[in-house]
């Protein structure tokens, strides 16, 4: 049985602890400090973290300012995960400000964190992100983690109806992008100067990044909710904005190939 007031404490005394799968340290240095709380996947002669589960940096410039830097883990135990990062909010709160708490839903094996001052809660997610950022003269507040803004469906009413157009917006993408392909070959050099600019080749090669990396990004959780930008209309905009680009780009080389074929 995992004691998580017996972690946050150790946590916010900033004294070791471990109890052969959580370990809380504490480092100090000059002018900074590091607490962290890790996840030992497993405990043998030679042991492996596979978390770090949080960590807390305060940098003090006593001439200037003082920073600090939170990063937030995806954690391996989800409801354990929950717990602790409950338990030591208060801590987090009086060191950064940042207010965070972490809650999970039924039949959905991840955490998320609700923030002050955020409409959109956060969800487990495959890249770091920045969520809170703050600067002043004095003082710098930084939360970071393996989180992005997530809206949910039971909360979001128009957001199933988003999820469902970018995923169709995807296969519009691929369509287009691969008309415009064709047409790439198919039109003279100063044509395709026209659609694409001066470096055609390379304009051509930028589209394809951009296509398939929004075509990659995983949008929807079935059921559950999408991942967003600031809203779920930007998210989707960003989306149609793309399309909207293609679509003039192939009905632009269409008529130039046109014109094209009937002056040859």
Request: charge should be neutral.
């Amino acid at each position: 049985m995992v004691n998580v007031r017996e972690i946050a404490k150790a946590f916010a005394e900033g004294r070791p602890y471990f109890d052969g799968r959580y370990l809380v340290v504490k480092r100090v240095h000059e002018y900074s400090e590091v607490r962290a709380i890790a996840y030992f996947r497993s405990v043998t002669c030679d042991q492996t973290i596979s978390n770090t589960m949080l960590y807390l940096v305060t940098d003090r410039d006593y001439l200037y300012r003082e920073d600090r830097y939170l990063f937030i883990n995806k954690v391996p135990e989800v409801s354990e995960g929950v717990e602790i990062l409950n338990e030591v909010s208060d801590y987090i709160y009086d060191v950064t400000g940042v207010r965070i708490t972490a809650f999970t839903i039924d039949n959905d094996n991840a955490v998320y964190l609700a923030i002050k001052g955020y409409e959109y809660p956060f969800r487990e997610y495959k890249r770091v992100m920045t969520i809170v950022k703050r600067e002043n003269t004095s003082e710098v507040i930084w939360a970071q983690g393996y989180y992005r803004r997530f809206a949910l469906f039971r909360e979001c009413k128009e957001c199933e109806e988003y999820a469902k157009r970018i995923e169709e917006l995807k296969t519009e993408l691929s369509k287009l992008f691969n008309e415009l392909e064709e047409w790439y070959y198919k039109v003279g050099y100063e044509q395709l100067q026209q659609v694409l600019g001066e470096r055609p080749r390379r304009a051509l090669k930028e589209l394809e990044y951009t296509v398939n990396t929004l075509k990659r990004r995983n949008v929807t959780v079935a059921n559950i909710g999408m991942y967003i930008d600031k809203t779920p209309k930007e998210t989707y905009q960003r989306y149609l904005q793309l399309y909207n680009k293609l679509s003039a780009l192939v009905d632009k080389a269409r008529e130039l190939y046109t014109l094209q074929t009937l002056t040859s």
